[in-house]
């Protein structure tokens, strides 16, 4: 039954961006309503900011406000895997299978359609980028912080997904930023070169990648414009290269392990 989750976690491996490793590795998670949503490895050169398949496929879960009820991955579910489910969306989730985890009492539905992360209105020009970042942000999943942020990535072709904050509680370094769910998903959905990533923070109008994003989007999307929502003020308009100047894109590491 599970068995095209699988399929999921397997194709969404082969957009991975690995050029450290090499190693690629997908997860997809299966939701009560039937609906999947599914996240490649994403190395970048700071190596502890690697996202691995996992951590973005349970940030798109809980971005999806709809309980997880499976998940199937590329590689063995480790005993820390499991806990990291569990402590991301609470419950018992026993290894049904080395690839495969189910949440204990749950009714597994047939596998469906994907979870679409386009925003309702998609954007034309950077102020539509902006208010579909806002509206991005109210999806933000924030329990300890309140903190709100919303990200909308744009490619060449006019394709366009959102992103928002996810805090899984009693462990931060387990969530992921506004600015790299939506790469997460941007990457998933396989969109082309990006173009343009626009950010809203509720709370603090102005506010900025941190610097973990910023080393994301200065490899996943050096190219992009930037726009930033300053509130009643013009928005900030900047770059992945004005952001992190100088930034350490890791081409020797990848040239050694050749």
Do not use: K
């Not at 299978?97 to 979870?115: F, H, M, R, S």
């Not at 992103?163 to 998933?188: F, I, Q």
């Amino acid at each position: 039954m599970l068995d095209p989750l699988r399929a999921h976690a397997r194709s969404v491996a082969g957009r991975s961006h690995v050029p450290y490793s090499g190693e690629p590795a997908g997860a997809a998670v299966l939701l009560a309503d039937g609906r999947w949503a599914a996240a490649p490895r994403i190395e970048n050169a700071s190596f502890p900011l690697t996202i691995p398949a996992l951590q973005g496929a349970l940030a798109l879960a809980a971005l999806a406000d709809v309980p997880a009820v499976a998940f199937a991955t590329t590689r063995s579910l480790s005993p820390a895997d499991l806990a990291a489910i569990a402590q991301a969306l609470g419950g018992d989730w026993p290894a049904d299978a080395p690839d495969l985890a189910v949440a204990t009492g749950a009714v597994l539905p047939e596998v469906g359609d994907a979870v679409s992360w386009s925003p309702e209105a998609p954007p034309t020009d950077a102020a539509g980028g902006l208010e579909a970042a806002l509206a991005a942000a109210q999806r933000a999943v924030v329990p300890a912080s309140d903190f709100r942020v919303g990200a909308v990535v744009e490619d060449a072709a006019g394709r366009t997904v959102v992103g928002a904050n996810v805090e899984v509680a009693g462990d931060w370094t387990r969530g992921l930023c506004a600015e790299r769910t939506a790469l997460v998903a941007a990457r998933a959905a396989g969109l082309g070169p990006i173009v343009r990533l626009s950010v809203a923070c509720l709370r603090v109008p102005g506010g900025t990648p941190c610097g973990g994003c910023r080393q994301v989007i200065a490899e996943l999307a050096p190219d992009a414009e930037v726009v930033i929502w300053r509130g009643d003020e013009p928005a900030e308009v900047t770059t992945p290269e004005a952001l992190l100047p100088g930034a350490f894109r890791g081409e020797a590491l990848n040239q050694a392990r050749r």
